[in-house]
């Protein structure tokens, strides 16, 4: 009764602080359990869908076949395979009021009896029954087409079938969700059509001939024989072998490569949302370590008096272990119950980007047992581990007063200026209480840390996601033309001419090779030198190859070893001379010379993309739409970007937006804490300045003064401890994306924003916080 | 005629306590007189320490008026009341209430530095030379937790007198110290006093009352009465503390 009585007490007294602690883990769990519930709904969803809508374990796309059912009957008889699906589709270019698609879209045939697909209401907020049909004229998107060209019901989409007008203009009906492209991060994408259209442009591309634009193609769900131990690598090698797939696949990706393309998002947002948790883990240490110190500075001679009614040191340190972790249970409890309606958030404001409604439910029970139970356990000893010197209380010398302040018998002696008297003594009221604005600092030196390191990503990504595409590109550019008709490429060039000089050019082209059996994208380049090389040397030589580490690391080989390449006329040995960067396709890319591939590929004008850097950049756009205008489906323009660039910027933006906010409200909460224990503490102090005739102003400035001087060496500290680690750290997770060369620089988001808003939110909380100083008399300060 | 430094007209004072508003002053007149020392005495829970801060304008009062030279006290703004702490007023506190981890010279150097009178030289020299008036001299660099209370009041005294007030408040300077270091801090306020200092200080001990040439008695939030005696000569200690004593023996105290 009497344990219950003096907890009751405690929690009554200690009420500020224990909310504040309350506060703290209720931020982190919420932010903990969104990011689980993400990732882990996230990534059991997406392979549930994928096996749901029956796509394989290897899909092929493939084109210009006269007679696909033999293929996929070829590929059917091969023992490690059990059945071959086929779904119909035409490639095609698209255009959304003036925007050209970079990548082309496949027109999906859509039968309603397969129940591939799941269907969204039009406010995309749910689902709705599949139609039995999609009518003429109607078209069904993935919601990613709303971030990538902001398309809406009711919206046209024109795909040009063949030359000389022949367009066929859809009607956007609504939205599909799309297991298997329905991301942005995937440049390819899914339209479902209707049978009568579908027919109508079957009709278009073979009544064209050779002006047909679209081309008729299907995708083959290959699934593996359930015996078969074979990786999808080693199934593709087999299937390459024993069929002609390879000579008309346009590519193959597995259902494990498509999963990670349509995770990507999710994967980098729960990574880093995981990296802030830690980040607000440690800061909840640092407060609460500060808050059971002076707690117990408070509680000290009510414990001695304890002691002498019989409690027991044990009993002393498990009555401090139980009050807080009413206010830990509870703040876990109710962030991790907070998290279900912030991952509905998440997913709404996600479903545009990733294409797919992420459901909604706490993290799963096996997950938030593993990491909930472990920051449980952490906190339990490190409570344990702090409140220990309660045991060792001597109940007279307590009583006496004699021990249990901060012992500020030392007190570093900093110049007391007449001139800067308000500075001098907010410099000495902080040396003298060191420890206790020590916590203070380790938070700025965290909070700043992480938003530095987030700034330095957005620098890498930079305002028109550059760092992104130098990334994914194999070398860089300004445009890229491809001519298709019976215009030159000269002709193009010179209408450039006309807008901007050229300042260099190269060629690139981006044929099938198989290396050592296995299918890839070659990065066939003129100048092989513009590669981005991480490692050796690029491929000069007519026998040289460079891979990306993804592809080496698949292959099991290194710098210096041999590969066999096999192009559509022949096949050769190269050796790997270097590995260099390219994501594209999630780094499954070789890179060649043009030498060197034509020892095994055969050439054509149309397979190269010329590649110009202009001297002009700002007229890039001005250039683009000349050209488009000129020869129209004759044409192919492309920039260093793609569509779903801007919404990886965009959500870039709201992720430092969201850390901000949470950066904001966690200096608030450890200023308001650490604040009104200090204001307690040095109460008698701030009364005989007031008696000295200092104002509530002065002095309220003098104590923000002291978290400026404490929060500023603690953000520059951060930034330079971001400096370093923020490339191994954030160069682990792009590696999830294929991303292998990330090297951040600083810039003034990441340098100065950080360090001057952990600084002024420290300072201006502060002031707020002394405002109490306002309210209380000076002989109510000074009276003890 | 002597001069008026301070008037406290009707002044009331209450606390809001579990609903109810016990009136501590209940319309106190009184007045405080240029070159006095003035002896505010009472039992325990008379007022003595709500008046002494009222009437510096620390505490503020439910109801009445206080002037100070004139000025109305508790009509002034934030920023005035804290000039006129640090420009006219010094205050010794009976805890020592200097600031821990200023050292003593530090202490009395800052109060000299919120004047805003002298430049921080002169400030200098001033803090050295009352610290050596005082006796501390020899601990002006220790911290107030490394001397003794004596010291520690001594230089408290030395903080009240940096700005030349034209008063100091002194709320039971010697309570918390034995009895030689009362006697020398009243020795001081004494000394002061001969040198033409206003002090207003709050006591319940008669031995200090002696030291005072005007003594107000307070009962129950009220000046009840008050007696008048010469300036204090150390041979005359004994005799003004049997007066007094008879006096408050009429007052029923």
Known sequence: MGYKTVLKANLKRHRGALF????????????????????????????????????????????????????????????????VETQELFFSDYTVEEQESDSEGQLIRYHAEE???????????????????????????????????????????????????????????????????????IGMKGFLIGGEDFLEIRQVVQSSGIDALAREGAMLHIFAARSNALSAAELNQVINEHTALSSCAEFIHSESAIAGFMLILQNAFGVLLLAFVLVLLFVVMIVLGYSIRTGIETDYVNMGILKTTGFTGGDLQRLQLAQYLISIVGGMIFGLGASLPLSRVVSSMTLTTTGIRVPVSLPPPGWSALFFGAVFAWMILF????????????????????????GTGKIQRTPIVPGYLHLSIALRQLMSGKRRYAGACMVAVLLVF??????????????????????????????????????????????????????????????????????????????????????????????????????????GVQIGDSVTVTGDSGSGEYIVSGIYSCANGMGDNAGMSREGYLKIGQDAPQLWCHHYFLEDTTQKAAVISALEDTYGGDIHIHENTWPGLFGIISAMRALMIVLYVMT???????????????????????????????TNRSLRLSFSLRFAMIALPGSVIGLILAAFLTDPIVSAAMKLAGISNFASSPSMVSVLLPVLTVTLLFTGFAFLTAGRLKKTDVTILISE | MKEILLKGTNICKSFQENGAEPRILQSVNVEIYKGDFTIIMGASGAGKSTLLYALSGMDSITDGEILYKGQPLNRLSENRKAALRAREFGFVFQQTHLVSNLTLFEN?????????????????????????????????????????????QRAAIARAMIGDPGLIFADEPTGALNKSNSEEVLNLLSRLHENGQ?????????????????????????????????????????AREDKISVWLSSLQW
């Not at chain 2, 008669?206 to 008050?226: H, P, T």
Request: aromatic share 8%; net charge negative.
């Open chain 1, 115 to 185: 129940n591939r697909y799941r269907f969204f209401s039009e406010d995309l907020q749910g689902y709705e029954e599949p139609p039995a049909a999609v009518f003429a004229g109607e078209i069904y998107v993935s919601p990613s087409m709303v971030s990538m060209m902001g398309l809406s019901v009711g919206d046209e989409i024109r795909f040009p079938i063949a030359r000389a007008g022949r367009d066929k203009v859809f009607t956007v009906a609504g939205f599909y969700e799309d297991p298997f492209m329905g991301s942005f991060m």
């Open chain 1, 20 to 83: 504040g602690v309350w506060i703290l883990l209720f931020f982190t769990c919420a932010a903990l359990g969104v990011a689980l519930s993400v990732w882990a709904n996230a990534g059991s969803y997406i392979n549930s869908e994928i096996e749901r809508a029956g796509f394989g374990d290897l899909t092929a796309w493939v084109s210009g076949l006269p007679d696909t059912n033999s293929l996929s009957e070829e590929i059917s008889r091969i023992p490690e395979v059990s059945q």
């Open chain 1, 664 to 694: 904001a409200g966690f200096i608030l909460v450890v200023t308001a804490l650490t604040g009104s224990r200090l204001l307690a503490a040095e109460q008698r102090d701030m009364g005989i300045y007031k008696a000295l005739g200092f």
């Open chain 2, 198 to 238: 206003s002090i207003l200080m709050v006591t319940h001990d008669a031995k200090a009352a002696v030291r005072g040439n005007r003594i107000l008695y307070l009962e129950d939030g009220q000046i009840l009465d008050e007696l008048t005696l010469p300036a204090f000569r150390e041979e005359d200690a004994r």
């Open chain 1, 383 to 406: 409570i344990l581990a702090k409140t220990r010197p309660v045991q060792e209380i001597a109940p007279m010398k307590a009583i006496r007063g004699e021990a249990g302040g901060d």
């Open chain 2, 108 to 152: 009395v150097a800052v109060a000299g530095y919120m004047t805003k009178t002298a430049g921080p030289k002169e400030v200098r020299q001033r803090a050295r030379e009352l610290l050596k008036l005082m006796h501390v001299e020899n601990a002006k660099d220790r911290l107030p937790s490394q001397v003794s209370g004596g010291e520690a």
């Open chain 1, 450 to 555: 992480i938003t530095s390191m987030i700034g330095r990503m957005d620098n890498w990504l930079g305002p028109d996601g550059k760092g992104m595409m130098d990334a994914f590109n194999p070398a860089d550019h300004d445009i890229g033309v491809q001519m298709f008709g019976e215009s030159s490429i000269e002709e193009a060039e010179e209408m450039i001419r006309r807008y901007s000089g050229i300042t260099d050019d190269y060629l690139l082209a981006m044929p099938n090779v198989a290396v050592d059996g296995m299918d890839y994208t070659a990065n066939v380049i003129t100048e092989p030198e513009r590669f981005h090389i991480l490692e050796g040397r690029t491929c000069l030589g007519e026998d040289e190859i460079v891979l990306t580490e993804f592809v080496a690391a698949n292959l």
